[in-house]
């Protein structure tokens, strides 16, 4: 069992400190409304995933051990991709004010809205962009399916910890973006190497499965 948890709290700390829109969207709100606004956006992820999860594993359960490999071995590359983007943004100083003006357009938009149109605001911010689709498709479905072969508590357990890891990550920097914003940049830039640290460890042992270099994603 602990070798199921152990990738799951991995990719779930992964997640929760890499900057997206969800985590602007948090941020824009908890300046906003105060941490209640940002308390609503922290099951965000839970809402969103579930069609995600349920598209993938319709298509991957189908599919052949050749095909589950093949995935683990793009996942690998694309875990990659993002440890050099997280690099190049901290090079830019992680000025983006394109993304940001989206954002400051959607919190404007839900200003005076209810709590539980904050949540859906926030589903739909992290379940229609790429990034769910493309890390459930290509990194999570594929280790799932493959903790869930071997037993569904296993599966269970994968599925817990990396939500427990996300959620809780979150509700941190909902804890630092209201009582704790000066401690903010400090914070990020040593998450952000851990996790560009951890991006590369777990692209390594995506690659070697996808190789058949491993017989399965373990620790």
């Known amino acids: 069992m602990l070798d199921s948890l152990v990738p799951a709290l991995g990719f779930g700390f992964i997640a929760g400190i890499m900057p997206g829109p969800l985590q602007s969207f948090l941020l824009l709100q908890t300046l ?5 606004g940002g308390a609503w956006i922290l099951p965000a992820p839970l ?11 319709a298509v991957l359960s189908q599919a052949g051990s050749g095909l589950l490999r093949g995935l ?3 996942g690998g590359l694309f875990l990659i991709y993002l440890a050099w983007e997280s690099w190049r943004a901290l090079r ?6 394109d993304a940001r003006s989206a954002d400051e357009q959607i919190s404007a938009t839900s200003a005076g809205h209810s709590g539980r149109a904050l949540l859906v605001r926030a589903a739909l911010i992290n379940g229609l ?5 493309i890390f459930w498709g290509t990194v999570m479905g594929p280790l799932l399916i493959q903790q869930w072969r071997l037993s569904p508590g296993r599966g269970l357990a994968f599925l817990g910890g990396f939500y427990g890891t996300l959620i809780a990550l ?24 851990l996790g560009r640290a951890l991006l590369l460890v777990f692209a390594a042992l995506l690659i070697l499965y996808g190789l058949g270099a491993i017989d399965r994603f373990g620790l």
């Open 47 to 57: 809402l969103s995933d579930g069609p995600i999860i349920v598209v993938c594993l």
């Open 32 to 36: 906003r409304h105060g941490p209640r």
């Open 129 to 133: 962009g790429p990034g769910p689709w």
């Open 92 to 97: 830019a100083d992680g000025a983006r004010p």
């Open 72 to 74: 683990a071995l793009c």
């Open 170 to 193: 979150l509700a941190l920097q909902l804890a630092l973006f209201t009582f704790a914003r000066r401690l903010g940049p400090r914070i990020a830039r040593g998450g952000s190497w």
